[in-house]
């Protein structure tokens, strides 16, 4: 328990930094900094683009898990990885492709598109996992009483996925509510963008602090409209089910133009991000391979995602066992809490962590320490959404023969609990390591000096219009994702086993 509210102090520092510069505001300049036109017209950007986006992302993550899981699709093991690549590209760098080729894009319709292209596998993934490890008797049986497919699809098997598709779309929410680089390559204001803005303009200005505290708001409406859906059922068996494949569902005429779809989706989604980073390489009027910068900042990326991976997954393990092993409103309230600061900007944690560092701890001010403490707190629902996700699932009555047999609660924690919740601790790992080796603008504050990144070296040259320049960057970028993206998809694959180790 203390663990775990440790835990959960350190991710609400972000927090105590608005309330702080909120309250210092005072009520009245609060007020009328919140009743101007620009916070309706912000709020308003802000809601629907994260709706539709959890939306869109909702109805065709659902949409191709059930495709690739539940039909006779041709070469399905492909698609599922082809689906999954989406991962492997930032969304500021598909923003890139995008606005580099065509300004059509900027604006909302613009944004909703590529925003959705980038993070629908978010949901696409944990519904997957979740597909794989259904009992085929539950629909077997509904069949049985008559029931026709679509019936059992919205009678059985889609309760058994709320906890997938709600987790996802919160990961997709917050996410945006955050997201910063995409948005302003797309001309698209959200109260992201505006908080760089005034930032940028005033560093820690009044403005940006309340704009944050609206943010905070978002977030918890968010966090709480996820909770009331997703209920208090158990999702855990400890039956061993039927080991045997489902029966497909046949396509028969639509197999083609459902297969035409799907690769229609990928060309919108990995295939114009592709072509442009290859047409600025090979055209670019600033096109240059700094061989040993590229090397220094790939270098770089790569030992800073995957250092704040493991921290960050350290991290989540305690909470995430709270929320599920102790349930109580006092577990509840913990778990929540390490989700606001996602929905915070991270020039905003950034802020909090250096003001910290200077007043309380000043020798970790511009070290990698505090910028991997940066990380844990902004990425740390990723993991533990795939954590408790994979506890869901491991039933505590396993936990309980083992403590019969002697074995005390590290032993049962080592020998039977982490081996059943092994894949989704690594893709929670995965999750935080994409987020981490593209993240800009808290890296931008807070590494250390002369310290450069994939992510800050690209922003830097396409901030110039320098499209060949920032292509290599972006390239890499795409490269050193890959590697997590297929433990990603991999995930989905060994999340059967697993469950079948918890049944």
């Known amino acids: ?8 102090l350190l991710a609400l520092v972000p927090l105590g930094f608005v309330v702080t510069y909120t309250v210092l505001i005072g009520p009245s300049e609060a007020w009328d900094l919140l009743v101007r036109p620009r916070i309706g017209e912000l709020l308003w950007n802000t809601t629907r683009l994260v709706v539709g986006c959890m939306a869109a992302s909702l109805v065709i993550g659902v949409g191709c898990a059930w495709v690739v899981e539940r039909t006779d699709l041709p070469w399905r093991p492909l698609w599922h990885g082809l689906l999954v690549a989406p991962l492997a590209v930032p969304a500021f760098v598909n923003s890139f492709g995008w606005v580099s080729l065509t300004h059509a894009v900027e604006g909302y319709a613009g944004a909703l598109l590529i925003v959705t292209l980038s993070y629908y596998p978010l949901v696409y993934l944990p519904v997957v996992a979740s597909l794989r490890g259904l009992d085929p008797a539950l629909e077997e049986t509904a069949y049985s009483l008559e029931h026709g497919r679509w019936r059992t699809f919205r009678r059985v098997v889609l309760p058994q996925l709320r906890p997938a598709m709600l987790g996802g ?5 917050l ?7 995409a948005l302003q390559m797309l ?8 908080i760089y803005d005034q930032y940028r303009s005033t560093f820690n200005g009044p403005a940006a602090n309340m704009i944050a505290g609206v943010l905070v708001l978002c977030c918890a409406l968010l966090l709480t409209a996820e909770l009331r ?4 059922r158990r999702y855990s068996r400890v039956a061993h089910g039927a080991a045997r494949p489902v029966e497909r569902q046949r396509l028969g005429r639509a197999r083609w133009p459902v297969a035409g779809l ?19 390489l090979s055209v670019g009027s600033s096109t240059e391979f700094p061989v040993g910068e590229l090397l220094a900042a790939a270098g770089t990326s790569l030992g800073l995602g995957a250092a704040g991976a493991a921290l960050t997954v350290v991290l989540a393990l305690p909470v995430a066992w709270l929320a599920i092993r102790y349930r109580s409103l006092a577990s509840t309230a913990v778990e929540r809490s390490t989700y606001v600061a996602n929905a915070l900007p991270g020039i905003v944690v950034a802020l909090a962590l250096v003001t910290v560092s ?13 910028l991997l403490v940066a990380y844990a707190i902004m990425f740390l629902p990723r993991a533990v959404v795939s954590v408790r996700a994979a506890l869901e699932q491991a039933p505590l009555v396993l936990d309980d023969v083992a403590h019969s047999l002697g074995a005390g609660p590290l032993a049962t924690a080592r020998r039977v609990t982490l081996p059943i919740i092994a894949p989704g601790i690594g893709a929670g790992a995965a999750l935080v390591f994409l987020a981490v080796s593209t993240e800009l603008t808290a890296t931008l504050m807070l590494s250390p000096i002369d310290t450069s990144t994939l992510a800050t070296e690209f922003w830097s040259a396409s901030s110039s219009v320098a499209y060949g320049a920032a292509a290599p960057y972006a390239l890499l ?17 060994l999340a059967a086993p697993a469950e079948g180790l918890a049944r």
Do not use: D, K, N
Not at 1 to 8: I, L, N, P
Not at 175 to 181: C, D, M, P, S, T
Not at 187 to 194: G, I, K, S, V, W
């Open 169 to 173: 779309c919160l990961l997709v929410g």
């Open 175 to 181: 996410h945006l509510l955050a997201e910063f680089g």
């Open 358 to 370: 200077i007043r309380v701890v000043q020798p970790a001010y511009q070290t990698f320490g505090l």
């Open 477 to 493: 970028l795409v490269l050193i994702s890959i590697p997590a993206t297929i433990l990603l998809g991999r995930h989905a694959t």
């Open 187 to 194: 001309r698209f204001p959200t109260f992201t963008t505006a």
């Open 229 to 232: 859906l997703r209920g208090h």
């Open 262 to 280: 799907l690769a229609a989706l990928l060309a919108l989604a990995v295939g114009v991000p592709t072509y442009s980073l290859l047409h600025w």
């Open 1 to 8: 328990m203390a663990s775990g509210v440790a835990v959960a």
